[in-house]
């Protein structure tokens, strides 16, 4: 299965705010929206947004959610050290009956 | 409190199977659909195969078809992976993930090799 469209690497500023970008098309992203995930090095995916916009409790209000189009984007707000890591988007394939993972994008806080 | 946890992995020949367990607390298992997601070392997430609350209709990737066989057990709030010819490429963390992937488990490590 093909798989959504993310830049491999972002770098921001300390306090800066970063928009990660995720792409598909009308069956996916276009469709139902996007889940957003973050992995730090040796530990499991964290969930930080679902169903375009919905928080876990726990996951600050830094991070949210948007799509427009075929288009889905994580924004963070005031970055700090911490949330240097591995952010994958990902969203159900109403055609393909699969979901769907983007490659990842690599933020980097300078 | 959602839990997910993971258990059933280790290292196994190429050729080899194995089964991977998923005890589901803290909501209506029943209700809900449940997915296998792995990530191989250094690499990105690989979905893998969706099953609904019901047992019926289950999906899976292409990479996995023929091979994984993915079911659940609703009284008991368990589901499975029942892997078979494994490859060296399919090495890897296995999670389990809730529904539209908004509850995940900490992963079970399994390493295909001679």
């Known amino acids: 299965q093909a798989g959504l469209t993310q830049p491999p690497s972002v770098s921001k500023g300390l306090r800066q705010t970063a928009t990660l970008t995720c792409s598909g098309n009308?069956?996916?992203?276009?469709?139902?929206?996007a889940t957003w995930l973050q992995q730090h090095q040796g530990r499991p995916p964290k969930v930080l947004t679902y169903r375009n916009n919905s928080r876990p409790s726990g996951i600050s209000e830094r991070f949210s959610a948007s799509r427009s189009g075929s288009t889905a984007s994580l924004t963070i707000t005031g970055l700090q050290p911490e949330d240097e890591a591995d952010y994958f988007c990902?969203?159900?394939?109403?055609?393909?009956?699969?979901?769907?993972f983007g490659g990842g994008t690599k933020l980097t806080v300078l | 409190e959602v839990f997910l946890v993971e258990s059933g992995g280790g290292l196994v020949q190429p050729g080899g199977s194995l089964r991977l367990s998923c005890a589901a607390s803290?909501?209506?298992?029943?209700?809900?659909?449940m997915n296998w997601v792995r990530q191989a070392p250094g690499k990105g997430l690989e979905w893998l195969s969706h099953i609904s609350g019901p047992g019926t209709p289950i999906y899976y990737a292409d990479s996995v078809k023929g091979r994984f066989t993915m079911s659940r057990d609703n009284a008991k709030n368990s589901m499975y992976l029942q892997m078979t010819n494994l490859r060296d490429d399919d090495t890897a963390f296995y999670y389990c993930?809730?529904?539209?992937?908004?509850?995940w488990g900490q992963g079970s490590l399994v390493t295909v090799s001679s």
């Open positions: 009308h069956n996916n992203v276009g469709n139902q929206g």
């Open positions: 993930a809730r529904g539209t992937l908004d509850y």
């Open positions: 803290g909501f209506d298992f029943s209700r809900y659909g």
């Open positions: 990902s969203a159900w394939d109403s055609d393909l009956r699969a979901w769907l």
